[in-house]
């Protein structure tokens, strides 16, 4: 997907289930089966049904596919490999340009947070700046375990809704 494709509903809504998972598919990072299942749903009267539509089949998945979706979200901060829309991401944000120590604070609190949640930190960077993201993550890896799996989810949903309104074009 590119993402100077720029898309509408009656585009989207007149898509195979292939068409439409290749081009929707990567707004959930690693996880086309979101797309697969909003496509049984077609047709979307706007760009917030289909988010909507995408975040509801997500609530309904059940934890072992909620955990595999966090799961696929790369570590902020971090020089680990990840795909090409999260890179730019981070990059918006400065993420690519750490120093030696911010890179070391954001490995440490990143390896503390995932061995206290089993999933890495999220946080839709969107807006953000390297100083939020890491006091989101000073505070964040204090919480219980449910706060943090509903706090990620939402980011997750949060993360979609940009991806899907930098692809369409209404």
């Given at each position: 997907m590119h993402l100077n494709e720029l898309i509408g509903c009656e585009e989207v809504n007149q898509m195979n289930k292939q068409e439409f998972v290749q081009k929707v598919g990567w707004v959930f990072e690693?996880?086309?089966?979101?797309?697969?299942?909003?496509?049984?749903?077609?047709?979307f009267e706007s760009r917030e049904t289909l988010l909507q539509t995408m975040i509801d089949i997500v609530q309904?998945?059940?934890?072992s596919k909620q955990l595999r979706l966090l799961r696929a979200h790369p570590d902020l901060g971090t020089r680990l490999q990840m795909?090409?829309?999260?890179?730019?991401?981070?990059a918006g944000v400065g993420l690519d340009q750490l120093s030696k120590k911010e890179y070391e604070e954001f490995v440490?609190?990143?390896?503390?947070?995932?061995n206290?949640?089993?999933?890495?930190?999220?946080?839709?960077?969107?807006?953000?700046?390297?100083?939020?993201?890491?006091?989101?993550?000073?505070?964040?890896?204090?919480?219980?375990?449910?706060?943090e799996y509903n706090i990620a989810l939402n980011e997750v949903y949060k993360i979609a809704g940009f991806r899907l309104n930098d692809i369409f074009r209404e």
């Open positions: 690693h996880s086309p089966w979101v797309a697969s299942v909003a496509w049984e749903n077609i047709p309904n998945a059940g934890e795909s090409e829309i999260s890179e730019k991401e981070q440490s609190l990143n390896k503390m947070y995932v206290k949640y089993k999933f890495p930190f999220i946080m839709a960077v969107k807006g953000q700046s390297k100083e939020s993201i890491l006091a989101a993550m000073k505070q964040r890896v204090h919480n219980s375990f449910e706060e």
